[in-house]
């Protein structure tokens, strides 16, 4: 689970970058995505090497 601290900021970023008003929901559901996307890319540089 992501903190609502570092949920805050990435709701900040997301409005200030792409003017995008989201719920914390919303942003909890792209924050849960970034984080399995980036674990993705941990276990297949970890495997290839």
Do not use: C, H, P, Q
Not at 16 to 35: H, P, R, Y
């Amino acid at each position: 689970m992501v903190s609502k601290e570092l949920l805050n900021e990435l709701k900040t970023i997301l409005k200030e970058d792409f003017n995008l008003n989201l719920t914390i929901d919303e942003v909890a559901e792209i924050a849960t995505v970034l984080v399995g996307y980036f674990d993705l890319l941990v276990r297949i540089n970890f495997e290839n090497k």
